[in-house]
């Protein structure tokens, strides 16, 4: 089982990222799959989740600007930051929630 986090990088505050989760080994079509985030010195916090059926949820903290989505095909799951803020900075990562699996994170750092 595995869920391999990329596109993280360094940004200028209004910038944009693509992150991308491709997934090995778990049934991802039927599985809600997530991203999380976690700053220095705070705990992770989930960023948004999507369903199997495609419903989204988002953090107060980024509607509006990121936005969560699937490809079953591909088995990959992407997070669309637009807008990025200084304080978005931190490491990003997916979770397929039905099987409990994390993956390696990727880093995020938006400068002022």
């Known amino acids: 089982v595995q869920l391999q986090a990329s596109g993280g990088g360094l940004v200028q505050a209004g910038g944009s990222l693509r992150l991308s989760c491709a997934a090995s080994g778990i049934a991802f079509s039927t599985n809600t799959m997530a991203w999380y985030r976690q700053a220095p010195g705070k705990q992770r916090e989930r960023v948004a989740a999507?369903?199997?059926?495609?419903?989204?949820n988002y953090a107060e903290s980024v509607k509006g600007r990121f936005t969560i989505s699937r490809d079953n095909a591909k088995r990959t799951v992407s997070l669309q930051m637009n807008s990025l803020k200084p304080e978005d900075t931190a490491v990003y990562y997916c979770?397929?929630?039905?099987?409990?699996?994390w993956g390696q994170g990727t880093k995020v750092t938006v400068s002022s």
């Open positions: 979770y397929a929630v039905g099987g409990s699996v």
């Open positions: 999507i369903t199997s059926g495609g419903s989204t």
